[in-house]
Structures are given as structure tokens and as C-alpha cells.
């Protein structure tokens, strides 16, 4: 990647963060500090938005890494296998592995003896011992060529539907954010009470919302937050393309 490249990345992450993350949480704040009827529907309903923001940033982040990573490395053989199986998992040939894996093991659990036999040639033509030989064969193929995905790299970002700081360590730990100083730092202390909060209103445990302090402080730590990972990320950057 060339410095040209790594610095256009670079651009649209801090793009990102000023022009739509910060700038929301700039009008959310405003908003609610606005003399209103309802104040506290208004809280009720800005308080996902600051989930949102976050996995925003935490994706274009994530994908922008995987960007880089991805440009990096001629052929997938070349990459560390942690990075690599965030392009494996998507592979068509591995996810056809591992459901017919998950078949085979319905089949295993079959308790009637016609169920067992009449699944029985699909055992000797799909076991364990063929899938592996296929399975193997492709994944040799694989290795040699460049690491792609047709979808795009933010495809292939692990969320789990909930970005919280166990996921957050995750994805850092298999692209190696986990190294950076910046990143030892970075501040999930509140980051599980922010999914918390969402999730009890996105899926409607929970129609009260955050007293205007608690609001508050949640909104500080998200522009915190993303602010921090914004700076983790091209700290990542500056040091895997100067290798």
C-alpha cells in the first residue's frame, strides 16, 4: 500500500468521525438540552442513537484495517492465520464444510434403525474422511490466491449483533490492535452499560429512559470512545504500512 493510499484511509476515518459520528452526538446533545414538552421521550429516543454512532465507527474501523491487511499480503498463505479467518469464514467452500458438518451430526443422532441406514450411503459419500480431503484441497487452492471477498471488507467484520467489549477484543486481537499503546488504553468501562441500555430499548425490555445526568455522561463517553478507536485505528495504520 502506498503512503498515498494508507493516507486517503486515513482521510475518510477522520471524515467519519467529524463529519457524521462527533457531528450526531454534537446535534444529539443539543437536542436534548432543548426545552421541550417531552424531555423524556426525547432521552428515550436519542439513547440508541449513541450505540449506532459507536458501531459505526467501530465497523469503518475494523473494515478500513481489513483493508489494509488485504492489500498487504500476494497470496492468503501469507497472512497470519488470525487475520486470515476473517476471510475464510466467508469463503463459499468453508461454509458449505462446516454445514455439511452440522449434517453429518444430525445424522449421528438419529436414533431409528431405518433413519440409520437410510442415511448411510450420505455418511460414506459425505463423512468425515471425504469432507476432510475436500476440504483440504480447496483450502490449498485458497492459500494461493490474494485475499478477497466479494462483498467488501466491511462484510467481514465481527459484530454478533452486539458490539461490546468482549467483540471489541476480538476483532483487536486478530488484526493486532491489541499491540499499540493507544489501544491498552482505550476506555470500555462503559461500553457494556451503553449496549445495555440499547438493547433494553431497541428490543423493548425496558421504555424508561436515562435521567438527563446519566444521558449526559453517556454521551461524553461515546464521543470519548470514538474518538479513542479513530486514533488506535490510524496509529494501526502508520505502523503496519512503515513494516
Not at 459484530?159 to 493507544?182: P, Q, R, W
Amino acid at each position: 500500500m502506498t503512503p498515498e493510499d494508507a493516507q486517503n484511509l486515513r482521510e475518510q476515518i477522520y471524515f467519519s468521525r467529524d463529519k457524521e459520528c462527533l457531528a450526531t452526538l454534537t446535534r444529539i446533545r443539543a437536542l436534548v438540552e432543548e426545552k421541550t414538552s417531552d424531555p423524556e421521550m426525547l432521552r428515550l429516543m436519542a439513547t440508541p442513537m449513541l450505540y449506532s454512532v459507536w458501531e459505526r465507527v467501530f465497523s469503518l474501523c475494523t473494515s478500513t484495517c481489513l483493508r489494509v491487511i488485504e492489500n498487504e499480503y500476494e497470496r492468503a498463505a501469507e497472512c497470519p492465520a488470525s487475520a486470515r479467518a476473517f476471510w475464510l469464514r466467508k469463503a463459499s467452500f468453508f461454509k458449505s464444510f462446516v454445514s455439511s458438518v452440522r449434517d453429518l451430526m444430525e445424522l449421528e443422532r438419529e436414533d431409528s434403525v431405518f433413519q440409520q441406514s437410510s442415511g448411510f450411503k450420505k455418511k460414506i459419500n459425505k463423512g468425515a474422511f471425504n469432507l476432510s480431503i475436500e476440504v483440504l484441497s480447496r483450502l490449498d487452492e485458497w492459500h494461493q490466491n490474494p485475499l478477497s471477498h466479494k462483498s467488501g471488507c466491511e462484510d467481514l467484520v465481527i459484530t454478533y449483533s452486539n458490539v461490546n467489549d468482549s467483540v471489541v477484543a476480538t476483532n483487536a486481537e486478530a488484526i493486532g490492535l491489541v499491540a499499540l499503546d493507544a489501544y491498552k488504553s482505550l476506555d470500555l468501562t462503559k461500553l457494556g452499560a451503553l449496549v445495555g441500555i440499547r438493547n433494553g430499548i431497541g428490543h423493548g425490555a425496558s421504555l424508561i429512559p436515562p435521567g438527563p445526568r446519566e444521558l449526559s455522561e453517556l454521551i461524553d463517553y461515546s464521543e470519548n470512545l470514538v474518538t479513542q478507536y479513530v486514533n488506535i485505528t490510524t496509529e494501526w495504520i502508520d505502523f503496519y504500512t512503515e513494516e
